[in-house]
């Protein structure tokens, strides 16, 4: 078995869905992952907004404008007007959902969280039932299955982690029960252990897809872009970027974690734990090599280049004027971990911390904690220094001309560098 995964961008309209058919082609025994159509996540993302508002008849308003998008694209796919029940019945319990959450007060940190995946997940709920109606609708046999019913993840909202061991006979059994020769499944879902849904983290459609190449010991994965494969860098940003024809899981996974758009990066592991490898292929046309991802590759011979947005940096001084800050680490990383903060840089000497983190919502209640403590943790008693609209640019197998062009400069902050890799925390440009 293949694992295909579509990503949002792939099939936001018609012309996407009816490209991604030519792309199975008479191809068998498949097992799809598929992404929210466009920008329907950004979409949900303010109905969810405004309920954390309590403002109804707002989430109303864009619920009315994801429905009519969606609406739009399966008119075209049918020529016409067509009914959907599957479609239809998602955005009545989505519609259900806004009328009748009550108002959660600001304390509700992970009732929130838990609103939000609930929220959020109808986008791929919609979409892949969209697809599958349309395969069928051309004579595809398929199968379509609910994804929150075949991944069990941890109680982590928001950046949920599957227990592959408990998904796998949930996953085969659900295949069982639905035999046929191309199976249509979520990207980004899961249900937790309290049986709540949960979201794998922004892009987690990766992720859900090796999970399920993992599960199926799967031939290959195969991740379909609007680009040639992997790049060194984001074309958008840095004009002359260059494919790279193969990588290793390890250079991936640290270029991921750097935050490379390319991969989620709780890809690799499942892929790597049965030398699974994954595909990276352009979609407007399936003929072109792309980039593989395996055990072995040959080495990158180009500046790798990512560019990570949304950054805030945080300089963390304990007040009794400690010399030796690295016995106040764990009081500092338990406080950010409690808030659910991913650092991304760190960079220490002996009385100052600095730390490249996450945009949060939780990162001023983060703030007040390290402050003044939360009245029970004496080692909470630091001085810190917040600076917003940050990024972090990451370059790997840097020269001498990039090191100049990017890490000088008022707008620098802060620069580590190795012998291979330099890191730069700067105001955003």
Not at 220 to 242: E, R, T, Y
Not at 255 to 278: D, E, F, N
Request: with cysteine; hydrophobic share 40%.
């Amino acid at each position: 078995m293949k694992v295909y995964k579509f990503g949002g961008a792939s099939v936001r309209n018609a012309d996407g869905v009816r490209n991604m058919l030519k792309i199975i082609g008479d191809e068998q025994d498949l097992f799809i992952i598929v992404s929210a159509m466009g920008k329907t996540t950004n979409g949900l993302e303010r109905v969810f907004e405004s309920l954390r508002k309590s403002d109804s008849a707002a989430a109303l308003s864009h619920i009315d404008e994801i429905r009519a998008y969606h609406t739009d694209i399966i008119d075209e796919l049918w020529n016409g007007t067509v009914t959907l029940d599957r479609v239809d019945g998602f955005f009545d319990e989505l519609t259900n959902l806004a009328t009748q959450t009550t108002p959660l007060s600001s304390e509700a940190g992970m009732e929130m969280e838990a609103l939000y995946d609930t929220v959020v997940s109808y986008g791929e709920l919609i979409s892949t039932a969209i697809i599958s109606e349309y395969l069928c609708h051309r004579g595809i046999v398929n199968s379509w299955l609910d994804m929150r019913h075949c991944f069990r993840t941890n109680q982590r909202h928001k950046d949920a982690t599957v227990d592959i061991d408990a998904s796998t006979p949930l996953l085969r059994d659900a295949m069982r029960e639905r035999p046929a020769p191309i199976y249509i499944g979520q990207g980004f879902i899961g249900s937790a252990p309290d049986g709540t849904t949960t979201t794998l983290g922004r892009e987690g459609s990766d992720y859900s897809a090796a999970v399920a190449a993992n599960i199926l010991d799967a031939e290959s994965m195969s991740v379909w872009k609007d680009v040639d494969g992997i790049l060194n860098a984001d074309p958008k940003i840095f004009p002359d970027a260059q494919r790279i024809s193969e990588l290793n899981y390890l250079d991936t996974i640290e270029l991921a974690y750097s935050g490379a758009q390319i991969i989620h990066p709780k890809t690799i592991k499942p892929l790597q734990q049965k030398r699974i490898p994954l595909y990276v292929r352009p979609f407007g046309d399936k003929r072109k090599p792309g980039t593989v991802i395996r055990n072995v590759s040959a080495p990158v011979d180009v500046p790798i280049l990512i560019l990570k947005r949304d950054q805030v940096l945080l300089m963390i001084r304990p007040r009794d004027f400690s010399f030796v800050l690295e016995e106040k680490f764990s009081t500092i990383f338990a406080i950010l971990e409690r808030h659910r903060i991913r650092v991304n840089l760190v960079h220490n000497s002996a009385v100052n911390l600095g730390l490249c983190v996450d945009d949060s919502w939780h990162i001023d209640e983060a703030i007040a904690e390290l402050r003044d403590g939360d009245g029970g943790d004496v080692g909470a008693d630091f001085d810190v220094m917040k600076r917003d609209h940050m990024e972090l640019l990451t370059i790997r197998g840097y020269t001498p001309e990039l090191l100049s062009r990017y890490g000088t400069g008022p707008e620098v902050f802060l620069l580590q560098s190795t012998q291979t890799t330099v890191r730069i925390v700067r105001k955003a440009q």
